[in-house]
């Protein structure tokens, strides 16, 4: 069974720093693009990276350029979402995503807030 | 950015009947490969997102034969043949064909 486990999110001040977590299991994780996606609260979905199979390709949301980096572990079958300068705007609900589009398997969840 | 943009944002829908959402994209959403990358996902209250539809029409694993998709090019439709009590939640539209990735606003389904 596919199953992607998410933890690391708390409420942080604005420029702080937070690393989300993404354990996959059920799958061969070197196979697959993974993606982050995040949801402000009572808002839409907005795409937020993506990362290929062996990391070398990356692409972001404009407006976290340089402030938050996607990176995964194949050897440790895990995603992950270094957050820094983080500002009042990212607080949301952060999903990782298996594929490169929309993600046919998506994790729980992990809440973000940023606020002093 | 591919702008993504969904018809209605709220649909009140009898139990058995039809529903129907828009989503048009403001450019194409074809690939260089020749696929065309336009996803339906459905996020029920207080859950994650789920993949319905991928490449236009393909529905995903477990997901029931009364969701279809269809369309081409820049304008899609998901339809829902006859609306369950489950099916209460919000469905996106999201393309897949270049970076940025981009979703619609997203459609509220709820029963009347």
């Known amino acids: 069974e596919v199953q992607l486990v998410q933890s690391g999110g708390d409420l942080v001040q604005p420029g702080g720093s937070l690393r989300l977590s993404c354990a996959a299991s059920?799958?061969?994780?070197?196979?697959?693009?993974m993606t982050w996606v995040r949801q402000a609260p009572g808002k839409g979905l907005e795409w937020v990276a993506n990362i290929n199979q062996d990391g070398s390709q990356k692409y972001y949301m404009e407006s976290v350029k340089g402030r938050l980096t996607i990176s995964r572990d194949n050897a440790k079958n895990s995603l992950f979402l270094q957050m820094n300068s983080l500002r009042a705007e990212d607080t949301a609900v952060y999903y990782c995503s298996r594929g490169g589009g929309s993600g046919d398997y998506w994790g729980q969840g992990t809440l973000v807030t940023v606020s002093s | 950015d591919i702008v993504m943009t969904q018809t209605p944002l709220s649909s009140p829908v009898t139990l058995g009947q039809p529903a129907s959402i828009s989503c048009r994209s403001s450019q194409s959403v074809v690939s260089s490969d020749g696929n065309t990358y336009l996803n339906w996902l459905q996020q029920r209250p207080g859950q994650p997102p789920r993949l319905l539809i991928h490449?236009?029409?393909k529905r995903f694993s477990g997901v029931p034969d009364r969701f279809s998709g269809s369309g081409a090019g820049t304008d899609f439709t998901l339809k829902i043949s006859s609306v369950e009590a489950e099916d209460v939640g919000v469905y996106y539209c999201?393309?897949?064909?270049?970076?940025?990735?981009?979703f619609g606003q997203g459609t509220k389904v709820e029963i009347k």
């Open positions: 059920g799958f061969i994780f070197s196979n697959y693009w």
């Open positions: 490449q236009i029409s």
């Open positions: 999201m393309q897949a064909t270049q970076f940025p990735r981009t």
